[in-house]
């Protein structure tokens, strides 16, 4: 950190938050100008930077180190590819090809699940997505089928050899969620259940971490680093929109967090333009925009019968347009030097 002390700052001053930030175990570097007196620290323990700007004298500090390290780009420069999983029928994220995960916003029967897993087959798709525990922002809406929704979603995957996300809500459902998903989904609402990141650091299987609603890219990188720092490195990040004053959308996708995290992380990135905007019309032009702006990977929601749908029907593609999108992407994957998967 670069502590800015102020024009004509008294000696006293200086020396005392020099005396200050030696107590923390920082390396101090004195460096003065013909106005102002630049003291570089570099080391030490994490500090709230508001306690040096206090201090008698100081003008600004400036943090010249993130405060998460294994997720940030110079933990692995050359970018992280994930792969999803079991041996022999694995999938990589993060590397040459944009991935799709694609299904249902939650499963809502067998059949349902079964109708739309078979269509996602068709379409190339080799992950397949849906609800099962669902947080809903009334206790009156659907909460998803359970337990019995995860294995109605891993009957149908594996009839087409399909990989399955899936969103878990706390730790204890830990055990059972391994047995039926290849990814665990954080849902926003989920991005610091820290006791649910903390245990999700044990396990073995990649983690899907949305950003919460209302985080900035540096708590969503904080959250990805409590999974990190508890030995699970296989993380990806998905943008889902954050909820700004602007209410014609569900939410405000933040394509430019795409770049952003590109260059502040190693993580993959997903984009999900079906929460990001809760419009069926609008999910298309985001989707594209995402590809061509680097993303890794996108999660869509998909329903062979929107209207009826008992969650986010508004928002799940036609099968006819999930297939025109994806002959859409194949065009523009390559004008990014991707591939489809
Ligand atoms: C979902 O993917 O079904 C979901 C609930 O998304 P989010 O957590 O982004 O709202
Ligand atoms: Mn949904």
């Known amino acids: 950190m670069i502590v800015v002390m102020q024009e004509g700052a008294a000696e006293e001053q200086i020396q005392s938050v020099i005396d200050r930030l030696i107590q923390m175990g920082f390396d101090v570097h ?35 180190s993130a405060s998460y390290k294994l997720a940030s780009r110079a933990f ?65 809406s659907f909460q998803g089928m359970g337990e019995e929704g995860l294995r109605f979603l891993r009957k149908a995957a594996d009839r087409h050899h399909l990989l399955v996300v899936s969103e878990i809500m706390n730790h204890t459902q830990i055990p059972m969620f391994l047995d039926y998903v290849d990814i665990l989904q954080v849902g926003a609402r989920n991005m610091q259940n820290f006791d649910l990141l903390k245990e999700l650091a044990k396990v ?34 998905c943008e889902r929109g954050i909820r700004t004053f602007e209410n014609y959308t569900r939410n405000t996708l933040d394509i430019s967090a795409i770049p952003v995290i590109k260059k502040l992380s190693h993580l993959p990135i997903l984009v999900d333009p079906s929460h990001g905007t809760g419009r069926r019309d609008k999910v298309p032009p985001m989707a594209r925009a995402a590809v061509a702006a680097g993303a890794d990977g996108l999660l869509i929601e998909v329903h062979h019968s929107p209207e009826t749908a008992l ?29 489809m998967v």
């Open 30 to 64: 004195r460096s003065t100008g013909s106005s102002h007196t630049v003291l570089g620290a570099v080391g030490g323990v994490p500090v709230d930077h508001r306690d040096i700007e206090l201090l008698e004298g100081v003008r600004e500090v400036v943090k010249i």
């Open 76 to 140: 692995n420069p050359g970018g992280t590819v994930v792969k999803i999983g079991p041996p022999g029928r694995q999938l990589e994220v993060g590397g040459r090809a944009v991935v799709m995960m694609a299904g249902p916003c939650t499963v809502e029967s067998e059949e349902q699940v079964t109708a739309i897993a078979d269509i996602m087959n068709d379409c190339g798709i080799r992950i397949l997505r849906g609800g099962a525990f669902k947080p809903r922002t009334s206790p009156y």
């Open 204 to 237: 073995r299987h990649p983690v899907l971490l949305k950003r919460g609603a209302s985080a900035t890219i540096e708590e969503w990188l904080l959250s990805a680093e409590y999974i990190m720092t508890g030995g699970n490195h296989d993380v990806m990040l």
């Open 311 to 339: 969650c986010d029907g508004a928002q799940s593609l036609y099968p006819t347009q999930f297939r025109e999108l994806m002959s859409q992407l194949n065009i523009i994957a390559p004008a990014v030097q991707r591939t």
